[in-house]
């Protein structure tokens, strides 16, 4: 199968969901909704692709997710449209749409997938899963705190502790803030313009604050820089350190990271991320900041925004053994043998899953009733229930239990009798 010519694989990095670790996936997403309800936060879902503008508006013109990844395509009616990245800005974006703000704040978290062209390699794919939460709310260093604390207190509830947590804030917009560190950088760079890697001297003219962030070293002329934590505005200075106390009082263990630098252009003021100890190069499990001014630059009424975004491929290669691994099977396997059996092992099987009982059977006439009870083995079933031609002529069942127990010989038409022997594992 696998060399055939004809066979047609998965696209470069994506990759199929197997039924043996489904579990687990299960496990994380539930622990997610479970976790997230308590703190306030309601589902929404949202489409997989939006226009174009809207990543481009919300996530930053200059930054290398719009420039270099994004998934954009122009549909047959000549739209652009891309496959979501990140789920920031669309969930803001049907926030406003669908007048949730009417009543003011919202806290509301998504699963699902993102879409992003980057180069394949151990937990970074095209296609990848994220579970991620918005809280739109006034900006108040209690909110940075609080969503720094659910996001440690989900990922001790997957039973993940070997962690990271870092903080750092990415100052505001206002003038002596950000913009003058724009300065710093400009100036610090004049006379370095021709080792710049290309993107890099575009991102001096455009978005120098994003040369931090450079993957092919041109950080390192400004290693002489005060750090942006250090030349902040007080305004930034006072929301830091109030985040930094809520953290204390609610007993979070951190470390400040004047370095730490997030890819996307509408965080400001307090960033965070959580490592994971045990995964590779791609270690970052979650992160996220403050991003007030998004909601209104796409419309909406003038609220804060504070959230983060946690790979579920990353969750999953980092929870404990054993963890989601796949239940036993069903309750019950009906062996048959002949038409008549079958046909009788049908209402049976519907009858009892009725009442909640999971039950297979098999219709193959080629397979034996020794063959049927070897997959019902293989199975892992917990009762197997002989239907043969003996059987159907004496009007009994015959049910046995799988881990060795005796045979019962039960009336055809008794299936409360069934169900209660079947049901009392
Ligand atoms: P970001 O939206 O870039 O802040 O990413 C948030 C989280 O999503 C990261 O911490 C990762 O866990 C996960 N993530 C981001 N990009 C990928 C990718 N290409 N493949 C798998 N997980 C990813």
């Not at 299960?26 to 949202?46: C, L, S």
């Not at 092992?345 to 219709?363: C, F, S």
Request: net charge neutral; charged share 30%.
């Amino acid at each position: 199968m696998r060399d055939s010519p004809h066979m047609i694989q998965a696209v470069k990095g994506t990759r199929d969901i197997l039924p043996e670790e489904v579990g687990r996936w299960h496990f994380v997403e539930e622990k997610a909704r479970r976790v997230f309800r308590r703190y306030g936060f309601r589902e929404i879902r949202t489409p997989v692709f939006e226009s174009t503008d809207l990543f481009a508006r919300g996530i930053g013109e200059g930054t290398d997710l719009v420039l270099k990844e994004m998934y954009t395509f122009t549909d047959r009616g000549d739209r652009s449209l891309t496959l979501r990245p990140e789920n920031t800005a669309p969930v803001v974006r049907a926030a406003v749409e669908n007048g949730l703000f009417r009543h003011g704040s919202n806290r509301l978290y998504y699963i699902g997938p993102m879409f992003r062209y980057e180069r394949p390699q151990k937990g970074r794919m095209r296609q990848f899963h994220q579970i991620g939460v918005e809280a739109f709310e006034p900006n108040e260093p209690s909110v940075d705190a609080e969503i720094i604390e659910m996001s440690v207190a989900f990922l001790t509830e997957l039973g993940i502790t070997a962690t990271d947590l870092v903080i750092n804030s990415a100052g505001c917009n206002l003038p002596h803030c950000r913009q003058a560190y724009r300065g710093l950088i400009q100036e610090a760079l004049a006379s370095h313009v021709e080792e710049l890697c290309p993107d890099c001297r575009r991102r001096l003219r455009e978005n120098p604050l994003r040369i931090l962030d450079c993957k092919a070293g041109c950080r390192r002329f400004l290693n002489e820089l005060p750090t942006l934590l250090e030349r902040q505005g007080p305004e930034c200075r006072d929301h830091f350190n109030e985040t930094r106390r809520h953290l204390d009082l609610l007993e979070v263990q951190y470390r400040v990271d004047p370095q730490l630098v997030r890819g996307l252009d509408y965080y400001v003021q307090t960033t965070f991320e959580i490592t994971g100890k045990s995964l590779g190069a791609q270690n970052a499990l979650l992160g996220g900041g403050r991003y007030d001014g998004l909601v209104e630059a796409l419309g909406g009424p003038p609220l804060g925004g504070f959230g983060f975004a946690s790979g579920l491929e990353r969750l999953i290669l980092s929870l404990p053994p054993g963890v989601g691994e796949p239940g036993p099977g069903p309750d019950l396997y009906i062996a048959t043998l002949g038409r008549a059996a079958d046909e009788h092992a049908m209402l049976i099987a519907r009858e009892l899953r009725k009442r909640g009982l999971w039950v297979e059977w098999d219709p193959d006439p080629e397979r034996s009733l020794k063959a049927k009870s070897r997959r019902a083995g293989q199975r892992q079933a917990r009762y197997i229930l002989f239907l043969g031609e003996d059987e159907i002529r004496r009007g009994v069942l015959t049910l046995k239990r799988m881990d060795g127990g005796v045979q019962t010989e039960i009336d055809a038409s008794d299936l409360n009798r069934l169900t209660r022997e079947v049901g009392d594992a």
